[in-house]
T-cell receptor, first 116, second 112 residues
Framework: AQSVTQLDSHVSVSEGTPVLLRCNYSSSYSPSLFWYVQHPNKGLQLLLK??????LVKGINGFEAEFKKSETSFHLTKPSAHMSDAAEYFCVVSGRDSTGGFKTIFGAGTRLFVKA | GAVVSQHPSWVICKSGTSVKIECRSL??????MFWYRQFPKQSLMLMATSNEGSKATYEQGVEKDKFLINHASLTLSTLTVTSAHPEDSSFYIC????????FGPGTRLTVT
């Protein structure tokens, strides 16, 4: 079975400091992993995705994530936070499950607060 | 890139009425479409998966007679919330898969 755990329900950083949003996953098969951002009352925006190519994935707005199979982690980072980064972030795992069906599972989300 | 649209973007209805939400893949054919529900300050929860021309597969705890899903073509899926009640008020997001998976902008349903 697939699952995804976002280790922090909320993270608070100061503007200009690094951001780290943590995500661990579980999957029986080689999964695809994604990070999405959702601003208040808005839809989802894809930040980046890992699909078994390079383990360090660069996304939009300066975000990147590293796939570490040994740690089953896919943490999201950004060197310098901007006020506009304040939003909800979802780690997502996607792939075939044991029945052969295709499933996409969302983590619980991490709310990022950015202080001036 | 591929675009998924939803209509309406928001809807208010009275308790006991039914509401239909449309999900369209605008520039690709979606063999599979998914419906998610998101309550305030919570994550997205998968409600059901539908393949074109076949019955939807519902997740555990989702009432299939209450949330009717139709996927009649490769570019259109509809979700009908029947006999809506205030507890059905939520943000409903569809997703379409044609190779990659793309998400719609969501529909906010408020039942009064």
């Amino acid at each position: 079975a697939q699952s995804v755990t976002q280790l922090d329900s909320h993270v608070s950083v100061s503007e200009g400091t690094p951001v780290l949003l943590r995500c661990n996953y579980s999957s029986s098969y080689s999964p695809s992993l994604f990070w999405y951002v959702q601003h208040p009352n808005k839809g989802l925006q894809l930040l980046l995705k890992y699909t078994s190519a390079a383990t360090l994935v660069k996304g939009i707005n300066g975000f990147e994530a590293e796939f570490k199979k040994s740690e089953t982690s896919f943490h999201l980072t950004k060197p310098s936070a901007h006020m506009s980064d304040a939003a909800e972030y979802f780690c997502v795992v996607s792939g075939r499950d044991s029945t052969g069906g295709f499933k996409t599972i969302f983590g619980a989300g991490t709310r990022l607060f950015v202080k001036a | 890139g591929a675009v998924v649209s939803q209509h309406p973007s928001w809807v208010i209805c009275k308790s006991g009425t039914s509401v239909k939400i449309e999900c369209r893949s605008l520039d690709f054919q979606a063999t599979t479409m998914f419906w998610y529900r998101q309550f305030p300050k919570q994550s997205l929860m998968l409600m059901a998966t539908s393949n074109e021309g076949s019955k939807a597969t519902y997740e555990q705890g989702v009432e299939k007679d209450k949330f009717l899903i139709n996927h009649a073509s490769l570019t259109l899926s509809t979700l009908t919330v029947t006999s809506a009640h205030p507890e059905d008020s939520s943000f409903y997001i569809c997703s379409a898969r044609g190779g990659e998976q793309y998400f719609g902008p969501g529909t906010r349903l408020t039942v009064t």
